[in-house]
């Protein structure tokens, strides 16, 4: 099953690649030689795991980069030069505390929780965080989060091993029925069926 896949897959890439090498000038593979250029994809067939891959880590960046903004106590609709700017700020100050040596903290944890409790700034921020995440992922508990974070995580590790599969049957559908979208496939059939 798995072979007849792969060679099914191939199969689809080579006339892409033929469509591409006979169509230069076609906007879609015009468009697929751009991506493949500037991301360094060599064949055809790594355009799709590079998507996901480019998907994933733009993904990762933004999650970092709102969860900075939140700590810093910024907006999330601040630039993001501007957040870098405040958390150059943060650094330094944090370089040039009397409480640090070489820039590593000397201080220890009984002197953190007791600076946390004195500050509850850093801490009433990691908790809304922490709440907001609680309530996205509609988890009763905190300790439920990490639960349902590799539930989650599986699950997508699922989907990025079906979707290629999916994909692939989809394209041959709509080549093998002669229409463009999708969305167009189950009409098609019921349309051939009713012949």
């Given at each position: 099953?798995s072979?007849?896949?792969?060679?099914?897959s191939?199969?689809?890439?080579?006339a892409?690649?033929?469509?591409?090498?006979s169509h230069?000038n076609?906007?879609s593979?015009?468009?697929?030689?751009?991506?493949?250029?500037i991301?360094?994809v060599n064949h055809?067939e790594?355009?799709f795991p590079?998507?996901?891959q480019i998907?994933?880590?733009?993904?990762e960046?933004?999650?970092?980069l709102?969860?900075?903004?939140?700590i810093?106590?910024?907006?999330?609709?601040?630039?993001?030069?501007?957040?870098?700017k405040?958390?150059?700020?943060?650094c330094?100050a944090?370089a040039?505390h009397?409480?640090t040596?070489?820039g590593m903290?000397s201080?220890?944890?009984?002197?953190?929780?007791?600076?946390?409790?004195?500050?509850?700034?850093?801490?009433t921020?990691w908790?809304?965080?922490l709440?907001?995440?609680?309530?996205?992922?509609?988890?009763?508990?905190?300790d439920?989060?990490v639960?349902?974070c590799t539930?989650?995580?599986?699950?997508?590790?699922?989907?990025?091993?079906?979707?290629?599969?999916?994909?692939?049957?989809?394209?041959?559908?709509?080549?093998?029925?002669?229409v463009e979208?999708?969305?167009?496939?189950?009409p098609r059939?019921k349309?051939l069926i009713?012949?």
């Open positions: 099953e072979e007849e896949y792969l060679l099914s191939k199969e689809c890439f080579e892409a690649q033929k469509n591409m090498t230069p076609d906007l593979n015009r468009m697929i030689r751009h991506f493949q250029h991301f360094s055809i790594g355009v590079k998507m996901n998907y994933l880590e733009l993904n960046m933004k999650n970092l709102k969860t900075v903004k939140s810093l106590g910024l907006p999330l609709n601040s630039a993001t030069n501007l957040c870098f405040e958390l150059q700020k943060v330094d944090a040039s009397p409480h040596q070489n903290n201080k220890t944890e009984t002197e953190r929780d007791s600076e946390r409790t004195t500050n509850p700034t850093i801490m921020k908790n809304a965080i709440m907001e995440i609680q309530s996205l992922l509609q988890c009763k508990t905190e439920d989060i639960v349902q539930e989650l995580i599986s699950r997508c590790k699922e989907y990025d091993a079906v979707f290629p599969r999916v994909h692939n049957l989809i394209n041959q559908l709509r080549i093998a029925l002669s979208h999708a969305h167009q496939i189950l059939v349309e009713a012949d």
